[in-house]
């Protein structure tokens, strides 16, 4: 019997003595103000209904309940508050139970930690993810998960925002039952009729007690604050949530309860929830690309990777990760052997810090097959193309790939810079022919750039996607032009922190600057861990079409003339001694900067750091702006991804669009037409940038528009 047909979202069903409770709201039962009302309805009705002796809430779909809506963060408060509701659930005088298969997530477990039982199915994904949304568990979860789990276990959920399986769950007391089938109802049911059957009386965590000593917690709240500070990197909430665990131990659960909704509030206030919020969802949106929508992916059970270097073999291993075969090609058997080499390099790495073992490896490298001639590549569905940064190198290695692959295989390229549509056009099937931009060390960078040439079909481009997803990468869809997105954004901030090096600041403030601003490495930090040559190879090639009228800082070719490629030869910006990995400052370069200016005719000026991170962020956004203008980027937000997921953004700032945003895109363009009076061909804003402060808009009004 359903009691309240018209309810959507929750619906309540008498099943027996027991009241059936489901969530049902797609796609994951995030906890929207309707589901909150549908919850807390429900629980008036179970205690107002002297038939109800019991009730089991579970989530219908794949889910139990995914978390508090995130759509809903920002905007004013909708009633009912979800601690609300969790307490009164809690408060209900009837045994109440969750059962739980697929996402219990923040706010989804909290609802589950308000009941009084809980049993999971495998597959269940029990945690509190909100420090990776800014925030902290705001209906009760830092106040329940330690009576019920104890501290330590508590902080380690929480701090981590990692999700825990349904045995470990078990095991750490999270939930009370492991159900042995995947039928989550009759599972569910099965235990509350046991529960009723037993007399199991209404049991609330916040009565619970902790498991260990009060002094073993307050020291495992120590120690997790001394921790936190030296790793949280300049964000902001983690700390606070070892304030309020601190709580759970020291004060009455009500006490704990406040100060938890004080400090969720002033999370959800800050910037950095706007940023990590922005980047959850536009993590998603990249996927949404027009040919992922319109077309099917073709087949990808064999994949060929032409070249064993840098790249080709850290795309060989991400290959070999996600349990696809791989067949390498290389010119002679012992760059093959190099090829082999390098990808062994990396298990055995994962062998001598516990990571694998040799027979798993071994098991591994049964899908590694390698051969110098391109016929071992007839069966390849999808071929990745990772040779010297040569046209017509490469275009060598198409001709081949032309002649013996099969019709339908996707052939890709690896290029950084050249112009995808010419290699296409070389060959008798350009509509085969994409680019795959990965990113070093390839096994472990996320970002993929999926580069879309004019003569592309849009099943390769899917079929693109397909592979990103098998490889867990975050593809992002880019148009050809010289560096496409992040390459191309990269060098114009690259070249804003060169000129304001030779104006004056050194490359260590400017690197100490932009790790202040919270990337893991500044510019000058990131050529001396790539190989100084690398970019001084582009910059001569580029030499001769470079525009004589534009800026051109020489202090890094001084640096490559002597043979100072940075970490791979003990100096660079940085002098590296003994194989060190973390540079010191070098006087010589110093005094090397200072004979560079002296010789363009710069007197020397000081910089803030606050003046650093303005020019260095203006010369992003707007390089970001013109990607998105002439469309080589689909939206903003892919801008924003590009540079988290390849580049070291940091991921609470959103991106740069977003912080544009954020700042406010006036007061980007005035920075903008303030620098440009001392280089007016650089700092040429773009069209775009001036065209939304004109009409009041900003960058996240074109997010839709993919
Ligand atoms: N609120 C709103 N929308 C959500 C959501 C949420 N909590 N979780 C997921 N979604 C949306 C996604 O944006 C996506 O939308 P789209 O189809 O329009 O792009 C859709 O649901 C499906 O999501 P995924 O593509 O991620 O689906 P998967 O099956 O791969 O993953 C999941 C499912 C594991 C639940 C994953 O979505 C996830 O991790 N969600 C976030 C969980 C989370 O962080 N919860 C905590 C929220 S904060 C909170 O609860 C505060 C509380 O303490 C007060
Ligand atoms: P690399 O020099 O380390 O490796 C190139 C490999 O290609 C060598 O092993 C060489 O023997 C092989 N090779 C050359 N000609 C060949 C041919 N005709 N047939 C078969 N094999 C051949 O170079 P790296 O760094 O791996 O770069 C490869 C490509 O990836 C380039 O296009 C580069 O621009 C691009 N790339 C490089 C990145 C990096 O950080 N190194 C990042 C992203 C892309």
């Given at each position: 019997?359903t009691?309240?047909?018209?309810?959507?979202?929750?619906?309540?069903?008498?099943?027996?003595?027991?009241?059936?409770?489901?969530?049902?709201?797609?796609?994951?039962?995030?906890?929207?103000?309707?589901?909150?009302?549908?919850?807390?309805?429900?629980?008036?009705?179970?205690?107002?209904?002297?038939?109800?002796?019991?009730?089991?809430?579970?989530?219908?779909?794949?889910?139990f309940?995914?978390?508090?809506?995130?759509?809903?963060f920002?905007?004013?408060?909708?009633?009912?508050?979800?601690?609300?509701?969790c307490?009164?659930?809690?408060?209900?005088?009837?045994?109440?139970?969750?059962?739980?298969?697929?996402?219990?997530?923040?706010?989804?477990?909290?609802?589950?930690?308000?009941?009084?039982?809980?049993?999971?199915?495998?597959?269940?994904?029990?945690?509190?993810?909100?420090?990776?949304?800014?925030?902290?568990?705001?209906?009760?979860?830092?106040q329940?998960?330690p009576?019920?789990?104890?501290?330590?276990?508590?902080?380690?959920?929480?701090?981590?925002?990692?999700?825990?399986?349904?045995?470990?769950?078990?095991?750490?007391?999270?939930?009370?039952?492991?159900?042995?089938?995947?039928?989550?109802?009759?599972?569910?049911?099965?235990?509350?009729?046991?529960l009723?059957?037993?007399?199991?009386?209404?049991?609330?965590?916040?009565?619970?007690?902790?498991?260990?000593?009060?002094?073993?917690s307050?020291?495992?709240?120590t120690?997790?604050?001394a921790?936190?500070?030296?790793?949280?990197?300049?964000?902001?909430?983690?700390?606070?949530?070892?304030?309020?665990?601190?709580?759970?131990?020291?004060?009455?659960?009500?006490?704990?309860?406040?100060?938890e909704?004080?400090?969720?509030?002033?999370?959800?206030?800050?910037?950095?929830?706007?940023?990590?919020?922005?980047?959850?969802?536009?993590?998603?949106?990249?996927?949404?690309?027009?040919?992922?929508?319109?077309?099917?992916?073709?087949?990808?059970?064999?994949?060929?990777?032409?070249?064993?270097?840098?790249?080709?073999?850290?795309?060989?291993?991400?290959?070999?990760?996600?349990g696809?075969?791989?067949?390498?090609?290389?010119?002679?058997?012992?760059?093959?052997?190099?090829?082999?080499?390098?990808?062994?390099k990396?298990?055995?790495?994962?062998i001598?810090?516990?990571?694998?073992?040799?027979?798993?490896?071994?098991?591994?490298m049964t899908?590694?097959?390698?051969?110098?001639?391109?016929?071992?590549?007839?069966?390849?569905?999808?071929?990745?193309?990772?040779?010297?940064?040569?046209?017509?190198?490469?275009?060598?290695?198409?001709?081949?790939?032309?002649r013996?692959?099969?019709?339908?295989?996707?052939?890709?390229?690896?290029?950084?810079?050249?112009?995808?549509?010419?290699?296409?056009?070389?060959?008798?099937?350009?509509?085969?022919?994409?680019?795959?931009?990965?990113?070093?060390?390839?096994n472990?960078?996320?970002?993929?750039?999926?580069?879309v040439?004019?003569?592309?079909?849009?099943?390769?481009?899917?079929?693109?996607?397909?592979?990103?997803?098998?490889?867990?990468?975050?593809?992002?869809?880019?148009?050809?032009?010289?560096?496409?997105?992040?390459?191309?954004?990269?060098?114009?901030?690259?070249?804003?922190?060169?000129?304001?090096?030779?104006d004056?600041?050194?490359?260590y403030?400017?690197?100490?600057?932009?790790?202040?601003?919270?990337?893991?490495m500044?510019?000058?930090?990131?050529?001396d861990?790539?190989?100084?040559?690398?970019?001084?190879?582009?910059?001569?090639?580029?030499?001769?079409?470079?525009?004589?009228?534009?800026?051109?800082?020489?202090?890094?070719?001084?640096?490559?003339?002597?043979?100072?490629?940075?970490?791979?030869?003990?100096?660079?910006f940085?002098?590296?001694?003994?194989?060190?990995?973390?540079?010191?400052?070098?006087?010589?370069?110093?005094?090397?900067?200072?004979?560079?200016?002296?010789?363009?005719?710069?007197?020397?000026r000081?910089?803030?750091?606050?003046?650093?991170i303005?020019?260095?962020?203006?010369?992003?956004?707007?390089?970001?702006?013109?990607?998105?203008?002439?469309?080589?980027?689909?939206?903003?937000?892919?801008?924003?991804?590009?540079?988290?997921?390849?580049?070291?953004?940091?991921?609470?700032?959103?991106?740069?669009?977003?912080?544009?945003?954020?700042?406010?895109?006036?007061?980007?363009?005035?920075?903008?037409?303030?620098?440009?009076?001392?280089?007016?061909?650089?700092?040429?804003?773009?069209?775009?940038?001036?065209?939304?402060?004109?009409?009041?808009?900003?960058?996240?009004?074109?997010?839709?528009?993919?």
């Open positions: 019997m009691l309240n047909p018209s309810a959507d979202v929750v619906t309540r069903e008498l099943r027996g003595k027991v009241l059936l409770v489901t969530i049902d709201h797609a796609p994951v039962n995030a906890l929207s103000a309707d589901v909150r009302r549908g919850l807390l309805a429900a629980v008036e009705a179970a205690d107002a209904d002297s038939a109800v002796q019991a009730v089991l809430i579970v989530g219908a779909g794949r889910n309940i995914a978390g508090a809506d995130i759509r809903e920002g905007k004013p408060p909708l009633p009912p508050a979800l601690p609300d509701v307490n009164r659930i809690e408060a209900c005088t009837k045994p109440v139970v969750a059962a739980i298969h697929g996402a219990a997530l923040g706010g989804g477990l909290e609802v589950a930690l308000a009941a009084h039982y809980r049993i999971a199915v495998e597959g269940a994904k029990l945690g509190l993810p909100e420090v990776q949304l800014g925030l902290l568990p705001g209906a009760g979860g830092t329940r998960t009576r019920l789990i104890g501290a330590q276990a508590a902080l380690d959920l929480i701090l981590s925002g990692r999700h825990a399986s349904a045995k470990e769950a078990l095991a750490l007391g999270l939930i009370d039952r492991l159900g042995s089938s995947g039928d989550i109802l009759a599972e569910g049911l099965a235990y509350v009729h046991e009723l059957a037993a007399h199991a009386p209404v049991r609330r965590t916040r009565d619970a007690v902790a498991p260990g000593d009060r002094a073993a307050l020291a495992a709240v120690a997790a604050r921790e936190t500070a030296k790793k949280s990197r300049g964000l902001f909430s983690p700390l606070k949530i070892v304030d309020a665990v601190e709580a759970a131990i020291e004060q009455p659960f009500d006490e704990g309860l406040r100060l909704r004080k400090l969720f509030l002033e999370c959800l206030d800050s910037p950095q929830r706007a940023g990590l919020i922005h980047a959850f969802f536009a993590e998603r949106e990249v996927l949404k690309a027009p040919e992922t929508r319109d077309a099917k992916p073709r087949a990808l059970n064999a994949i060929g990777v032409v070249g064993g270097g840098t790249m080709g073999a850290g795309i060989a291993v991400a290959v070999l990760d996600a696809l075969p791989v067949t390498m090609i290389e010119r002679d058997d012992a760059s093959l052997a190099r090829g082999l080499a390098h990808i062994e990396v298990y055995d790495g994962l001598a810090r516990g990571r694998m073992s040799a027979e798993k490896k071994a098991a591994v899908r590694w097959n390698g051969s110098t001639s391109y016929d071992a590549l007839t069966d390849a569905d999808l071929v990745i193309e990772a040779v010297f940064e040569d046209l017509a190198v490469k275009q060598a290695v198409f001709a081949e790939l032309d013996v692959c099969k019709a339908g295989a996707v052939l890709a390229t690896n290029t950084s810079y050249l112009d995808i549509d010419a290699i296409a056009a070389s060959i008798s099937r350009p509509a085969d022919v994409i680019g795959l931009h990965f990113f070093s060390p390839a472990i960078m996320k970002l993929l750039e999926v580069v040439p004019k003569r592309v079909s849009a099943d390769v481009v899917a079929t693109a996607f397909e592979l990103a997803k098998k490889l867990r990468k975050t593809p992002v869809r880019a148009g050809v032009c010289d560096g496409f997105i992040g390459n191309r954004v990269l060098a114009v901030y690259r070249a804003a922190a060169d000129a304001m090096m030779e004056g600041a050194s490359p403030q400017i690197d100490a600057a932009v790790r202040a601003f919270g990337f893991p500044g510019p000058f930090q990131v050529v861990l790539a190989g100084g040559d690398i970019g001084w190879a582009a910059r001569k090639r580029r030499a001769a079409t470079r525009n004589p009228a534009a800026r051109y800082v020489q202090i890094a070719d001084r640096l490559c003339e002597r043979g100072w490629f940075g970490q791979k030869t003990g100096r660079g940085y002098l590296y001694p003994e194989g060190s990995r973390s540079g010191t400052p070098d006087p010589e370069v110093e005094a090397i900067i200072d004979a560079e200016r002296a010789r363009a005719g710069i007197t020397p000081s910089f803030t750091d606050d003046e650093i303005r020019r260095y962020m203006a010369a992003m956004i707007n390089e970001g702006a013109n990607v998105v203008h002439e469309r080589i980027a689909l939206r903003p937000l892919d801008v924003d991804v590009t540079l988290l997921y390849g580049y070291g953004f940091p991921r609470y700032r959103g991106g740069p669009m977003k912080y544009a945003d954020m700042v406010g895109l006036p007061k980007i363009l005035a920075d903008i037409r303030e620098f440009a009076k001392e280089d007016p061909l650089f700092w040429k804003a773009s069209p775009l940038l001036v065209e939304l402060v004109e009409r009041g808009a900003d960058f996240a009004s074109l997010n839709q528009t993919a």
